[in-house]
C-alpha cells in the first residue's frame, strides 16, 4: 500500500527521497511523487507509474533541497495517475502533503472548503488534507496541521511540509504507521523501516493521536492537544542484507529459499525437547490465567488466516480447546462470542493489516486477552496486543507471503505445546512433537535441493486457465494456501477445496483441462485422499500430488508427483506448502510476470 519516506538534515534530499521510495516499492503502488522545499518556495514532481518514471522525472527537471517529502500512491480514491499521485499541494502552493489511509469525511470537508474558495485539482480524499492545512495556518505548520487533523475522520499517516514554516517535517500518525528515524543531525520519517534502514536503526514509533515536529535539531512529539509526549528510541535489528535479493532473481524466491533458516529462528530457544514443552517468553500472561483460558478465537486475513486454521487444528486435537478461526474482516463487524476466558490469537505478518488490527480492538473491547503472532517488531499490532510471540522470520519484502507462513505455524504450534502439555498431552507425545519439529529445518532444504523438479512440473502446466487444489486435515488450509499463491502471482483461476467437497459441486469442472494439485502425504487421512485421486483420474483430469511416499494403489494415478519427507501429522503443512510456493512461483516467472510486485496487490493492507 501506499508509502511515506521525508528526510530534513544536511544532505541532499532528493536521492535519499528516492532511494526510500525504492525500499517501499515492495508494498505496492501505481504512482509515485516528491516535494521539496528548495529554499524560495515548494517543488513537486510526479509520475504515474514505478519509480523509475518518477526518477526520470527528476532527472530531467532537478530539484534540490535539504528538506523533503515523498510517497508511493496506492490508488483509492481516483485514478493511478499523475494529476491524482501525492504530495497534494494548497491554493498557495506553500503546502504539500503526503498520506496514507483513508479520510473518510472528505466529501463534506471538500465541499466546505470549495464554498470558502478553494479549487481541488485532483480526485483524492488527501488533497482536503493540503486545503484544510492552508484554511487553519496562522502561526506554525504544527498548529495549522493540529487544526487540520481535529476535523478528519478517518485514518491518516502524513507528512507535510510548507514554504511558509520551512526546515521542517510535521507527520502525524491515526491507524497508519509512522516512524521517525534518528540519525546524526538529520531526521526520517517513514511509514516503513525498510524506507530509512540504509541510513539509520534508531527509530521512534509514533502511536495513534501523535503528532511530530521534525527538525535538525531533533523532534518533538505530542498529542493532537499539542500535550507534549515522552517517546522512546527503539533499536532496529534487521539488517540491509536481509531486505536486498542476495544473488536471487525475486525476493520470492528468495524467502521461499530463506525457510530452514525463518524455521529455525521461530522455534529457536523456545523448545525444551526433553519436556515436550515450549517456552514463550512474551505471551505476558501468569500460569493461572493460562489455565482458566477455556475457548481461543484465531483471527486474520489472507494468508495468516490460513496458518490459523492449521492452528485450530493443531490446538482442538491436542489441547482439546474450542477453537473459532475467522476472518478478521468478518469478525469485527459481527456479534462474536467472546468471555473474559477468551484468548483471541491476532496473526498478522506485518502487524499492521487494518482488518486484522480492528478485529484485535474490537476483541479487547469484549473483554478477551489478546496475543498477537506478529512478524514485524514494533508494529501497531505488536504493541497494542496484551502478550505476543515474534515469528522471527525476518523482513518479509515479496507480496506473497511465503516464510511469514511457516513461521505462523511454528508459533501457532509452540502455543499448542504451551497449552497442550498443562491439559491433557503426554510427555511422550509432546516430545515426539518437539522432536518432528526441529527436524523441520533440514527437510525443508531437502524439498528446496530439488526446487528443479518442481520448475519441470510447472513448465508443463504455465498455460493453464485453472486449477484446483485439493487436501484434507491439516493440509486443506495447505490447499487453500497454495491456491492462493498461484492467483495472486500468476493470475490464474485457482481454488482451494478439502478433498472430499470435490464431488459436491467441483467435481464438474474436472476434465483433461484441468490440473488438480492434491496434497497427499501418508497422513492419517491418506486413504481418503487416495480416492478422491481416483475421482479425479476417472473423470480425465491431470494430477501434480504432492506425497511423501511411494504408494503402489496410486500407481497410474498421477500424472506428476512431489515428494517430500515424512512427519508427523500435524507439521505436514510445513512441507507441503514449499513445493506448492515454488509452483506458484516457477508458474508466474514463466508467464513473464512481477512476482514480486503482482498486479493490484499492496504487501500490507492498511485500509479496510
Ligand atoms: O500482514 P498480514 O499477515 O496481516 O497480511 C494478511 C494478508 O494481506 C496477506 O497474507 C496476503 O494474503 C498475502 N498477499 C498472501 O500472500
Not at 161 to 186: M, Q, T
Not at 495 to 504: C, D, I, L, R, T
Request: aromatic residues 6%; hydrophobic residues 40%.
Amino acid at each position: 500500500m501506499c508509502g511515506i519516506v521525508g528526510y530534513v538534515g544536511g544532505r541532499g534530499a532528493t536521492s535519499l527521497l528516492i532511494e526510500g521510495l525504492k525500499r517501499l516499492e515492495y508494498r505496492g503502488y501505481d504512482s509515485a511523487g516528491i516535494a521539496m522545499n528548495n529554499g524560495n518556495g515548494l517543488e513537486t514532481r510526479k509520475a504515474k507509474g514505478k519509480i523509475s518514471m518518477l526518477e526520470a522525472a527528476v532527472n530531467g527537471n532537478p530539484i534540490h533541497g535539504t528538506v523533503g517529502i515523498a510517497h508511493t500512491r496506492w490508488a483509492t480514491h481516483g485514478a493511478p495517475n499523475e494529476c491524482n499521485a501525492h504530495p497534494h499541494i494548497d491554493c498557495t502552493k506553500t503546502i504539500a502533503v503526503v498520506h496514507n489511509g483513508i479520510i473518510e469525511n472528505y466529501s463534506a470537508l471538500r465541499t466546505v472548503l470549495k464554498e470558502k474558495g478553494h479549487v481541488f485539482v485532483s480526485e483524492t480524499d488527501t488533497e482536503v488534507l493540503a486545503h484544510l492545512i492552508e484554511e487553519n495556518f496562522e502561526t506554525t505548520l504544527e498548529d495549522a496541521v493540529m487544526d487540520a487533523l481535529n476535523l478528519v475522520e478517518g485514518t491518516f499517516g502524513i507528512a507535510v511540509v510548507s514554504s511558509r514554516d520551512k526546515d521542517k517535517i510535521v507527520a502525524a500518525r491515526k491507524g497508519s504507521p509512522l516512524l521517525i528515524g534518528v540519525g546524526d543531525g538529520e531526521y526520517f520519517v517513514a511509514s516503513d523501516v525498510a524506507a530509512i534502514l540504509a541510513q539509520t536503526r534508531e527509530v521512534v514509533y509514533l502511536d495513534d493521536g501523535e503528532v511530530a515536529v521534525i527538525t535538525r535539531e531533533g523532534y518533538q512529539v505530542s498529542d493532537l492537544g499539542a500535550r507534549p509526549v515522552r517517546k522512546g528510541v527503539s533499536r532496529i535489528e534487521w539488517d540491509l542484507d536481509q531486505i536486498e535479493k542476495g544473488g536471487f532473481d525475486h525476493f520470492m524466491m528468495k524467502e521461499i529459499f530463506e525457510q530452514p533458516n525463518s524455521i529455525t529462528n521461530a522455534m529457536r530457544g523456545r523448545i525444551v525437547v526433553e519436556d515436550g514443552y515450549s517456552k514463550l517468553g512474551g505471551m505476558n500472561i501468569t500460569r493461572d490465567e493460562l489455565e482458566k483460558i477455556d475457548n481461543i478465537i484465531i483471527t486474520a486475513c489472507g494468508t495468516s488466516w490460513h496458518s490459523g486454521l492449521i492452528g485450530e487444528l493443531m490446538i482442538e486435537e491436542n489441547a482439546r480447546i474450542p477453537v473459532e478461526t475467522e476472518y478478521a474482516s468478518e469478525f469485527r463487524y459481527r456479534n462474536p462470542i467472546v468471555t473474559p476466558n477468551s484468548l483471541c490469537v491476532v496473526i498478522s505478518q506485518s502487524g499492521e493489516t487494518a482488518d486484522t488490527l480492528a478485529a484485535m480492538r474490537e476483541a479487547k473491547r469484549r473483554g478477551a486477552r489478546t496475543l498477537g503472532l506478529v512478524n514485524v517488531v514494533g508494529s501497531t499490532i505488536a504493541r497494542e496486543d496484551d502478550g505476543g510471540v515474534y515469528l522471527h522470520a525476518g523482513p518479509e519484502i515479496g507480496v506473497a507471503s511465503t516464510k511469514a507462513f511457516t513461521s505462523q505455524v511454528i508459533g501457532l504450534a509452540l502455543l499448542m505445546l504451551k497449552f497442550a502439555r498443562r491439559r491433557d498431552m503426554s510427555v511422550a507425545r509432546g516430545r515426539e512433537i518437539a522432536m518432528a519439529m526441529e527436524a523441520l529445518p533440514a527437510q525443508v532444504q531437502q524439498i528446496l535441493d530439488r526446487a528443479k523438479e518442481m520448475e519441470m512440473i510447472a513448465e508443463k502446466f504455465k498455460d493453464a486457465q485453472n486449477f484446483l487444489y485439493l487436501g484434507r486435515g491439516y493440509n486443506f488450509p495447505v490447499a487453500l494456501e497454495g491456491a492462493l499463491k498461484l492467483k495472486e502471482i500468476s493470475y490464474i483461476h485457482a481454488e482451494g477445496y478439502p478433498a472430499a467437497e470435490m464431488k459436491h459441486g467441483p467435481i464438474a469442472l474436472i476434465d483433461e483441462n484441468m490440473p488438480v494439485v492434491f496434497i497427499a502425504p501418508h497422513d492419517s487421512v491418506f486413504d481418503k485422499v487416495a480416492s478422491n485421486i481416483q475421482e479425479v483420474k476417472a473423470r480425465g483430469g491431470k494430477v501434480i500430488c504432492v506425497t511423501s511416499r511411494e504408494e503402489p494403489a496410486l500407481k497410474g494415478l498421477i500424472d506428476y508427483e512431489f515428494r517430500i519427507p515424512e512427519t508427523v501429522d500435524m507439521l505436514y503443512p510445513i512441507l507441503t506448502v514449499v513445493p506448492l510456493q515454488l509452483l506458484a512461483y516457477y508458474i508466474a516467472t514463466k508467464r513473464g510476470l512481477d512476482v514480486d510486485q503482482p498486479r493490484n496487490l499492496a504487501k500490507s493492507v492498511t485500509v479496510e
